[in-house]
């Protein structure tokens, strides 16, 4: 045994230069890979015999179908004096029962064919969606199309939904990161639908013909469009949905309110939330873009050098170099619809709060004086290019973004032009994006935190409008 000890050893000792010397030749450093060639996936586009455009995805690996309905509806479409509207609907649509299913049996049935149908309604889109295991499509396709076009609206779940938004405005203002994404988001939309909020008054004037009205102005066939994934036989799967989903003679064409874009008024503003914390949470920003402008391809690396990125310019300086936040960001939220915000945020100690606020506007200035560096360049160009294939992880979300490229009236080619508009993109385009879309002086700065400890007074930065943060909640009747 002790010979075989001695032999192995040795063996060992004999074998491994062998072995140094191909790890020297693996050097990752100089490692050729071939090209990186992603072809994007396709999905196929039918028009059922109401109208209606499906896109179909088909997917075996496992015996599920995601089925989700894409509505032309939002809360921009709301009144102003009812705001909470429309979210209201998207949630008691699902919960309110439906096609005189009560909600309890509704429930029941659903956990029963471990099926799963949800609904909501957004800024500008509302959705319904379903998933189920291949062999309960039939009965879950029904209730999905119950709930999509015939809520029951149950006056009971009406008033629990209601409860549920009243908790909520009670607790609005517990968390200051909460409060300053609201208040920085009203300021930039102010006098826009897109900066409405619901209140104590709004929620309660809310009633059940409100929710029937809503339904029936925007949920109709004409106006949505289907996304399928998962395990079918196309043929069977579109005679399903023809039989679900039967021609309907609407009494007129469906007009979606006028709702105009937000106003370009670059007027800066300061307000300041009083907030009991050691903590300051930071927020500044105005209007941006719609997807429509020609240097959107510029704003996206943009972007990502100045606070996109784990190395991006805020978080470089902010964070690592002058360790005065942990998270620190900034964000182009391109309007598909309406123009979007350009945002940057932060939290940092209470001391150190006007040094915060300098550095970050200093930094964003910067961009506006002289191009980006050909390495920042380079890496936003590859980081989104290497990227792009991220988005199409699973058959539903390929299936889904095909859909919303038509609900938002995206151009043919858009995803397959996408790469090559992104290498285009030189650093004179991203200093012309930054000086047609940055403007520190015309930011809506918001600011929640404990004044008191300020390094300097927030009117260094201008007049300053403080918040009121009191809960005006109703006395009960």
């Known amino acids: 045994m002790r010979t075989l000890i001695i032999s192995l050893c040795m063996l ?70 009812k705001s909470g509207l429309a979210s209201m609907v998207g949630s008691v649509m699902r919960s309110g029962g439906a096609g005189g299913i009560a909600p309890e049996k509704m429930d029941d049935e659903l956990e029963f064919m471990a099926s799963a149908v949800e609904s909501a309604i957004g800024s500008d889109m509302g959705t319904v969606s379903l998933a189920t295991l291949k062999k309960n499509l039939g009965p879950t396709l029904q209730t999905f199309r119950d709930v999509l076009l015939l809520p029951d609206f149950k006056e009971k779940r009406l008033e629990i939904a209601r409860s549920q938004v009243v908790e909520a405005l009670r607790r609005q203002n517990d968390d200051p990161k909460e409060i300053a994404g609201r208040e920085v988001g009203r300021a930039i939309y102010a006098g826009h639908p897109l900066g409405d909020i619901t209140t104590f008054e709004s929620v309660s004037s809310i009633t059940r013909q409100d929710l029937v009205d809503f339904h029936q102005r925007y949920f109709r066939l004409d106006n949505m469009i289907l996304a399928v994934s998962g395990d079918f036989e196309q043929a069977a799967l579109i005679k399903e949905l023809n039989s679900i989903f039967k021609p309907v003679k609407y009494s007129s064409i469906i007009e979606l309110p006028q709702v105009a874009q937000p106003k370009q008024l670059f007027q800066g503003e300061v307000l300041y939330g009083k907030k009991d914390v050691n903590q300051t949470v930071i927020r500044m920003g105005h209007l941006g873009l719609t997807k429509e402008a020609p240097d959107i391809y510029a704003v996206r690396l943009l972007d990502y050098i100045l606070g996109g990125s784990f190395t991006s310019r805020l978080t470089m300086e902010i964070r690592t170099n002058q360790g005065l936040a942990y998270s620190v960001g900034s964000h182009f939220d391109i309007g598909r619809r309406f123009t979007g915000s350009f945002v ?134």
Request: with cysteine; net charge neutral.
């Open 12 to 81: 060992g000792t004999l074998t491994t230069p062998s072995f140094s010397a191909e790890q020297s030749l693996a050097n990752p450093r100089t490692i050729k890979f071939p090209e990186l060639n992603f072809q994007i996936p396709k999905a196929e586009r039918v028009v059922l015999e109401c109208g209606m455009p499906v896109y179909l995805l088909r997917d075996t690996e496992l015996p599920i179908i995601n089925l989700t309905a894409m509505v032309r509806v939002g809360s921009v479409y709301e009144p102003a004096a």
């Open 344 to 477: 940057a945020e932060t939290e940092t100690k209470a001391e150190s709060t006007a040094k915060t606020i300098n550095l970050m506007k200093k930094i964003i200035t910067e961009l506006t004086k002289e191009p980006v560096s050909d390495a920042e360049l380079s890496a936003a160009r590859e980081y989104m290019i290497n990227s792009f294939m991220f988005g199409f992880t699973s058959p539903s979300s390929i299936v889904n973004q095909r859909a919303r490229l038509e609900y938002y009236g995206y151009p043919d080619g858009y995803l397959e032009k996408y790469r090559d508009n992104i290498a285009k993109v030189t650093k004179k385009d991203i200093l012309s994006a930054a000086l047609k879309y940055l403007h520190t002086d015309a930011f809506k700065l918001v600011v929640i935190g404990d004044s008191t400890k300020f390094d300097q007074p927030l009117s260094t930065f201008g007049t300053v409008r403080e918040l009121d943060l009191k809960l005006n909640i109703p006395k009960p009747q």
